[in-house]
């Protein structure tokens, strides 16, 4: 069945399907629901590509599903509703998980600057960072409106592109404002350093 918008409630769309497989269902405090892998691929039937991304790199970053876990699933799934978007968004070679909105904004201009998908959140010199080019030995931070702002936060900041640097690495951040409102700049630094660090 397709889904409907539910009455009274604008923007809440309500999914129905016409059966569930055994294996598409959990229990959470008793109540039946499905899994978090059978709701994304539901949900990929009325996401757009953004949405999308985000809501499977929430549900990694909550531990609700693993993308390999996720792949496995849809590999098996046949002509699924859903299932053909979330294989192409899962592309091993192109999809990068990101834990905020901010890193998936970033991610195209790094592209753009001809980078190849770096490692993300990945633990380096004692700290996660955001993307690692281990061929490069660069490591990007995004600083969002959120985690960046008071003293204490930007102290640890700087002990982290210390620790970096101290292991030899090239450290570039970025602010919120640099990413969405300059991505020419963002692009071009990233060129600079990127030929730089390789020798061009």
């Known amino acids: 069945m397709p889904a409907a918008t539910a009455p009274n409630r604008p923007g809440i769309t309500v999914h129905r399907r ?4 055994s294996g ?3 229990r959470r ?3 039946p629901i499905t899994t978090p892998i059978c709701t994304l691929i539901d949900v990929a039937t009325c996401l757009s590509t953004g949405e999308l991304e ?3 790199n929430q549900a990694d970053s909550r531990r609700l599903v693993r993308v ?3 792949r496995a699933t849809l590999a098996g799934s046949g002509r699924r509703p859903g299932a053909g978007r979330l294989r192409k968004l899962l592309d091993r070679h ?3 998980l990101t834990e905020s909105h901010l890193e998936r904004l970033f991610l195209p201009l790094a592209g753009e600057a001809g980078l190849s998908a ?7 010199n004692g700290f996660k960072v955001d993307f690692y080019w281990p061929e490069l030995g660069l490591v990007v931070e995004t600083d969002g409106l959120t985690y960046h702002r008071t003293p204490g936060q930007q102290s ?8 970096h640097a101290a292991a030899g690495l090239t450290v570039l951040r970025f602010t919120h404002a640099q990413v969405k409102f300059e991505p020419r700049y963002v692009v071009a630094t990233l060129r600079a350093v990127a030929d730089r660090l390789r020798g061009a």
């Open 94 to 96: 192109t999809f990068v």
């Open 156 to 163: 640890t900041d700087r002990l982290r592109d210390q620790a």
């Open 68 to 70: 390999d876990a996720l």
């Open 18 to 21: 016409a059966f569930l497989r």
């Open 24 to 26: 598409d269902i959990t």
């Open 118 to 124: 770096p490692q993300t959140q990945v633990w380096l």
């Open 29 to 31: 405090h008793g109540i």
């Open 54 to 56: 985000a809501a499977v």
